[in-house]
């Protein structure tokens, strides 16, 4: 059994600790850690936040917190208390010029790892950077984590990495997208680089094309306000969809270390062919939601959802036709897809060779399909190699495609841990393989603004779909006119 690094005492100081990324998703991730001994005895969270709370009610709203959104059967009211014990609060308005640091200096360990997550919007990035400076927080053992997005375009991207920049240095920057986390993300190095099965069958002579979808059955939700001025290419394609087409395509790194794979994942962001303007209508959908059903529900429309009860120019969804150039991936395209109430929830990868260049079988035997391979990220997390076989008994030889399927929970028999349980413990190792660094996410914007551009400078609104849908029409005449069609299959 694999050793498990050790984690360091530490103090976690979290940033917009009373809003929903915080209590929903951190807290809990931070509660599993402690509770499976990842998260050493004595170290402390550390809320900060313009509440004017005191560190008892913040440990009450943790609790509520954590009843909310961690299973029953995992909560343990003696590990619980122990855990709420290293949980303070500290009423500051971080951005704020002149606010007052005396309480969270007070806290904090001058001996300990210092790492400061930004759950904040963006723009405060800069501000609270040059603030904890100023306050002498910041100590060479000290670690920044940002929450994607990372700016808006490739110039506010830079701003933010530069400020950000004169308080930190890139090895304390820990830039965050939770998709890396995912177990299923991180084998996808394991698949290819530790079995030469698939690495040899890794090229455009025995790969016809790549999918990549994140659904989502979810509309807006309390990310109205947020979304509306991001959609769906700012908040999904240009981080999550991306980092996923590098772990697919990049090439073979000379080691694990953090940057040895992040600069074959750069190579891949610069290879990427640009969607020149004329191509855009060809090559892109933007979709909105309107009214629908999901699981015989029915949902509101997108611009009912924001509340405003005006009409919004934001893509809910998105599909696109990405381009490597490189010698591996000629002529193989990769199909993106993502969208908000879509039918069900779903992240995969779906690898499709190419078929058969003729049949050695009869007519008979029944039509046969090209190998694929399925890589699932969510809901159940696991892998299927499709392959053709042959149907058993008598009365003829019969074809038919039979998946070989690995579902992780109950191949492993384990509970997999939330992605933020997973990154939160390697910021404070200092293991930054799984998180973005700045050449990447500038990189993926010089790819996303030409896009974003053409879109805005288009007198066309997004398509419009409805909620249960898998979107627009025009996202399956996108591939269907190259010959191909989208994987909808819920195995």
């Known amino acids: 059994m694999a050793k498990i690094i050790p984690v360091p005492v530490f103090d976690g100081v979290v940033f917009g600790a009373t809003g929903d990324l915080t209590l929903r998703k951190l ?31 913040y440990r009450e709203k943790t609790r509520q917190a954590l009843e909310q959104h961690v299973a029953p059967d995992d909560l343990d009211e003696a590990v619980l208390t122990r855990f709420l014990a290293g949980v303070h609060y500290v009423p500051i308005d971080a951005a704020a010029t002149g606010a007052t640091w005396d309480g969270l200096s007070a806290l904090l360990d001058p001996a300990r790892i210092r790492v400061f997550y930004l759950a904040t919007a963006p723009a405060l990035y800069g501000p609270i950077c040059r603030n904890l400076a100023a306050a002498g927080l910041v100590t060479p053992q000290s670690r920044v984590v940002l929450e994607k997005p990372i700016g ?15 308080v930190f240095t890139e090895a304390q920057t820990f830039r965050i997208d939770h998709f890396l986390g995912k177990e299923t993300v991180q084998n996808l190095l394991a698949l290819r680089f530790a079995n ?13 094309h790549v999918q990549i979808t994140v659904a989502e059955t979810v509309g807006v939700e309390g990310r109205a306000g947020y979304y509306d001025t991001s959609g769906a290419m ?20 000379v080691s694990l270390n953090a940057d040895r794979v992040r600069d074959e994942k750069l190579k891949v962001l610069r290879a990427l062919r640009p969607i020149a303007p004329h191509q855009i209508a060809a090559m892109t959908v933007r979709g909105q939601y ?19 009860g005006e009409p919004s ?3 809910t969804f998105v599909a696109l036709k990405a381009e490597v150039r490189t010698w591996r991936w000629a002529n193989v395209p990769f199909y993106l897809r993502t969208g908000k109430r879509m039918p069900r929830k779903v992240s995969e990868i779906v690898v499709q060779f190419r078929p058969q260049p003729f049949s050695l079988f009869p007519a008979t035997a029944g039509q046969q399909h090209p190998n694929r391979l399925v890589i699932r990220l969510q809901p159940e997390e696991g892998m299927r190699l499709d392959i053709m076989t042959k149907d058993p008994g008598p009365g003829g030889l019969r074809l038919s495609p039979t ?16 992605a933020y349980e997973r990154l939160l413990m390697d910021t404070v190792r200092g293991d ?4 973005m660094r700045r050449d990447e996410v500038e990189a993926a914007w010089a790819w996303a603004d030409p896009i974003l551009e053409a879109w805005a400078a288009a007198p066309e609104p997004p398509r419009p779909y409805a909620a249960g849908s898998w979107g627009p029409t025009a996202s399956i005449a996108l591939i269907e006119r190259d010959g191909r069609t989208w994987n909808e299959d819920p195995g």
Not at 290 to 304: M, N, T
Not at 432 to 435: E, H, S, W
């Open 196 to 208: 030469t099965i698939f690495e040899r069958l890794w090229t455009s002579d025995v790969i016809d």
């Open 234 to 253: 700012r908040d999904m394609v240009q981080n999550h969809l991306l980092q996923l087409l590098c772990l697919i395509a990049m090439e073979p790194p």
């Open 27 to 57: 807290l809990p991730a931070l509660y599993y850690r402690f509770r499976d001994g990842q998260m050493p005895e004595g170290a402390r969270v550390i809320g900060v936040a313009r509440s004017a709370l005191s560190s008892e009610a």
């Open 313 to 315: 120019g934001t893509e």
């Open 403 to 418: 998946g070989l399927d690995i579902r992780f929970d109950t191949a492993f028999g384990l509970r997999f841990p939330d």
């Open 152 to 166: 808006r375009d490739l110039a506010s991207a830079r701003d933010i990495n530069d400020r950000v920049g004169e």
């Open 290 to 308: 309107g009214a629908g059903a999901i699981s015989g529900q029915p949902v509101e429309s997108y611009a009912a959802d924001l509340g405003t």
């Open 432 to 435: 930054a393989t799984l998180f």
